[in-house]
C-alpha cells in the first residue's frame, strides 16, 4: 500500500501539472485571439479611413454633398475607439500570460517591458479528423492520472479487505526448534565412582560436542487458534466490502461522466469548427458587398449611411470569426484535457516537471507564412 501511495502521489502531481499547462495554454490563445481581434479593428480602421478620404476627396470634386463628410469622420472615430480597446485588451491578455510564465510576475521591469509576440496561428481543419468515441474513452481510460489514481484507491481497498479477512480466519502457529549443548568439566570422584570420560575436558571439548551434536535436543509444536463470534472483525470486514462496492459504483459513475466529457468536448469541437466555416463565408460575404457599396457609392447610387451599416457589418463578421476561433482552441485543449494527452501534445515531461528543471534549450522558430 506504500509502494501504491507513492505512484498515487506521482500521478496526483501529474494531475496538477496538466491542469497548469492548459491554463498556460488557454492564456495563450487568449493573447492570440486577442491580437487577432487587434489585427481586425487595425483593418477596420483602415477601411473607415480610406472611405473617409475618398469621401474628402469626392467633396473637394462636387460628387458628394459636404454634409456628408462628418459621417464619415464619425465613423472614423468609432473605429479608432475600438482599435483602443482591443489594444489595452490585447496588453491586458498579455500581461496574464506574463504572471503566469514569470515567477516575478510584472514586478520585474524587464518582464513588464518585454511584448509577447506570438508564433503560432489557430488552425481549423476543414474536416473533423476525431476518432471514434470508443478510440478516444480508451485512450482516456488509459492516460487520465485521475483514472490512475482511481485504480490504485481501489488496489488499496482490495488490499485492507484482505488484511480485515485474516481476522476472522482460524490462526494456526506450528514452530519447530533445535539445539546443541555442550558438557564438559572437571573430573571428580563420588563414592568412588568416576566420571564419564567423555565428560572430562575444558572448554575445546564442549565446543567439540557442540559441533558432533553429542546431545542435541528438539521440539516441535503446533498451536491453533479458531475465533468464535469475532464481532468488531466482522463489522470490520462488513465495513470494507461495502466500500469496495461503493468505489465500484463510484468507478462505473466516473467512467460513465468521463464518456459525457469526452461527447461533449467532440461536439462543441465539431460546433467550433463549423460556426468558423460560416463566419469565414460570412466575413468574406460582408468584404464583397462592402467593396460593391463603395463602389455605388462613388458613383452617386448609394448613400453614406449604407456604406457605414456595411462597414459595421463587416466588423461585426470579424468579430464573430475571431470570437470562433478562441472558441476553437479552447476546446481543443479541453478535449486534450479529457483525453489526458495534454503533457504529450506539447511535450512536456513529467520528469522535467518533478525535478523542476527543463535541461533542454528553447528555440524560437520560424512563424509560419502569413496567408495572402
Avoid: C
Wanted: glycine share 6%.
Amino acid at each position: 500500500m506504500a509502494k501504491n501511495n507513492v505512484l498515487a502521489a506521482q500521478e496526483t502531481f501529474r494531475s496538477r501539472l496538466l491542469d497548469l499547462v492548459v491554463s498556460v495554454l488557454n492564456l495563450y490563445w487568449d493573447v492570440v485571439t486577442s491580437q487577432e481581434t487587434l489585427k481586425a479593428r487595425q483593418r477596420a480602421l483602415d477601411i473607415a479611413q480610406k472611405f473617409y478620404e475618398n469621401t474628402r476627396s469626392q467633396i473637394q470634386a462636387g460628387t458628394v454633398a459636404r454634409f456628408e463628410l462628418p459621417r464619415a469622420e464619425a465613423e472614423v472615430a468609432f473605429r479608432r475607439q475600438d482599435f483602443l480597446i482591443a489594444q489595452a485588451s490585447s496588453k491586458q491578455q498579455e500581461n496574464l500570460l506574463k504572471e503566469a510564465l514569470s515567477r516575478n510576475g510584472t514586478e520585474d521591469p524587464l518582464v513588464e517591458a518585454a511584448e509577447i509576440v506570438t508564433l503560432d496561428r489557430i488552425e481549423v481543419p476543414e474536416k473533423d479528423d476525431l476518432p471514434p468515441l470508443r478510440t478516444l474513452l480508451a485512450r482516456a481510460m488509459a492516460k487520465r492520472p485521475d483514472v490512475a489514481v482511481s485504480k490504485i484507491r481501489d488496489l488499496n481497498a482490495d488490499i485492507s479487505a484482505v488484511g480485515t479477512e485474516n481476522a476472522l480466519l482460524p490462526t494456526m502457529q506450528v514452530f519447530a526448534q533445535t539445539w546443541n549443548s555442550g558438557l564438559s568439566g572437571t573430573a571428580r570422584t563420588v563414592n568412588g565412582v568416576g566420571p564419564n570420560p567423555a565428560l572430562v575436558g575444558g572448554l575445546g571439548n564442549a565446543f567439540a560436542q557442540v559441533f558432533r551434536r553429542d546431545y542435541g535436543n528438539n521440539r516441535a509444536g503446533v498451536f491453533l487458534q479458531i475465533p468464535l463470534g469475532n464481532r468488531m472483525a466482522q463489522g470490520d470486514y462488513g465495513i470494507d466490502q461495502l466500500q469496495l462496492r461503493q468505489s465500484e459504483v463510484r468507478g462505473r459513475r466516473d467512467m460513465n461522466q468521463i464518456v459525457v466529457d469526452i461527447s461533449n468536448q467532440m461536439v462543441a469541437l465539431q460546433q467550433a469548427r463549423t460556426r468558423h466555416t460560416t463566419a469565414v463565408e460570412t466575413r468574406k460575404l460582408q468584404e464583397e458587398l462592402l467593396d460593391k457599396e463603395q463602389k455605388i457609392f462613388s458613383f452617386g447610387g448609394s448613400t453614406i449611411n449604407t456604406v457605414i451599416t456595411a462597414q459595421r457589418s463587416l466588423v461585426a463578421a470579424q468579430t464573430v470569426e475571431v470570437a470562433a476561433l478562441s472558441a476553437f482552441s479552447h476546446a481543443r485543449v479541453a478535449l486534450d484535457q479529457v483525453l489526458g494527452e495534454t503533457l504529450e501534445v506539447n511535450h512536456v515531461s513529467l520528469d522535467e516537471g518533478l525535478a523542476g528543471r527543463v535541461p533542454r534549450e528553447s528555440k524560437v522558430t520560424e512563424p509560419p507564412p502569413s496567408p495572402k
